[in-house]
Structure formats: structure tokens, C-alpha cells
């Protein structure tokens, strides 16, 4: 039995990719099932129900010995402490390689510069002749519309793009349609506490040796995150004290108007903002960051540059 996951703070494209590898495994004969290293945000949330799949179980640690695949993430800082006792069996990523994961054998690794993790999975069975089941087609349709905030952020590739215009025709639901739906429900905070809203959908980091917290919320509704502005500064403070970091922002992304909306809870990350993205800070100390709505290639390759000058 293969245990299949993503990262922690799990996001539409680790669970359904998790979900769509732990299927491909079964289909070509290895027993396999999906986990989830965190609560589910309320996008995925909305995606598995329309699905129809049922939320996948928490997995807090690895067994001595459990055997493990993972997706959307080859960094050990992103999987549970013990991942070391498991038996790693393969990865499907499509990020930067990190280092660090440990193997007793040759396993196959496949990571790809495309937008998203599902893209590559459903790729690979297709090839292998799979017709892919709808409730597969739509989990990967919206692993693709997530990644790539349907097709408008610069991390999307053709290859994402061919594929969202080819899974509705299994998946029975058009783009845009799903897109709307999951990008209303990703812009719901209510019921959420201030921490979740932070945590949801952040990454730390190590750059030049300093830890930083990456915070993205990506809305259709900015206002509903600017509403809250002080709270959630405030608790950018508590969560770098509590976990002893340098720095920590947190971008709201408007996917609508395509521009971020940086939070800083102090001078640090200010200054740092000012030389990373060549801004100002606005009346309440914010950041406007027209055009940037990507962590992975217009946030962070800046913010590394700035922190290769702070001893
Ligand atoms: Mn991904």
C-alpha cells in the first residue's frame, strides 16, 4: 500500500494531485491511497464535493517504513518531520528541486516546469491510453484553473492550457464556470480566524539564511482581506515571534484586477519590499504590486535577491 501526498497547508493542486496519482497507481495495479497534511481550504473544499470525492484522511506522521509518493513538492520542509521513516517511492513535482529527501533506492522523479502538478499526471495516463474518469477530469481542471488562476498567471504553460481545454469534455463542466465558483469560494473568509487566514495558504523559506514566511491569499474579493488589514498585520507579528522569524508578508493577490497587495508587520520587511519590487509604501504602509500574482516566479525570485544583501 502507497500512501500518496502533497505539502502542508494543502492546496487544490497537492490534494487533487494526490487524489488523481493514488488513482493512476491503482489503475496500473498498486494499491494506493491519498492523504492530507493539513485542513482542506475552502476552494478544495468546494472542488472535492463537486466531485463527489470524499476528503482525504489526515496524516500526521509517517510509519517506520511506509512506503510514500509524493506530489506537488520535493522539500522536506514542506512534509510531516518523520518523512525520513517512510520508504519514498516516487515524486511528480513541478518545482524547484530542494534537496534533502533520501532514498535507499532509485525511484522515479518527474518534475516538470508546467503550472501545475496535475497537468503532468494526467499527461502521463493519457499516454498510457487512460480515459480519464470525470471526477478525475474535474479535480485536474481545477488543480489547473488553481495553479494558474485560470491561464492568467505567468506560470502557466501550453501544455496547462491544452489540457483545460480538453477536460471539460470529460469533467462536464466548463472552465470559467468551475473557475468563478472556486475563486468565490477561496474569497470567503468568514468563519475563518485570523491565524487560518494567514496559514492558509503560506511557505516559509530560508533565503541567505534568514526563515520568512510567504503568505499568498489569492481573492476575487481583496476587500474582504483589506477589511481586516490590522488583524491580519498583527498577526504577521505574532506568527514571526512565535516561530522566530526574520520576515513575514503577506500578499493579497487580486485575481480580477492582476496586481498584489503587500501587508508588513515592521520596517524590515518594508525595507526589504522597497528594494525586492522598487515601490513606495502607500498612506498605511502597504505595497500596490501591479502585475504580480505569482509566488513561485514574480514574488519570490525577487524577495531572494533582497535577502542576498541582509547579513
Ligand atoms: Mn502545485
Redesign the pocket.
Known sequence: MITVFGHKNP?T??IC?ALIAAWWLRETGTESQAVRLGELNKETAYVLEVAGITKPELLTEVAEGQEVFIV?TNNPGELPETIGNGVLRGIVD?HLLAGGLKTGVPIPVLIEPVA??ATILIERAQSKGAVIPREYALMAQA?IIS?TLNGTSPTTTPRDMALLEQLPAFSGMATDELADAMFAAKSDLSGLSIAEIVRADSKEYTLNGHRVLVCAHETTKPVNALRIREDIVAELATQKETADLTGAYFFIVDILKQEAHLLVPSEHESAIAMRAFDVMPDAAGDFVLPGIVSRKKQIMPPLEAAYATVS
Open positions: 492546496d493542486d497537492t494531485s506537488d513541478h501545475c502538478t488543480a495553479d
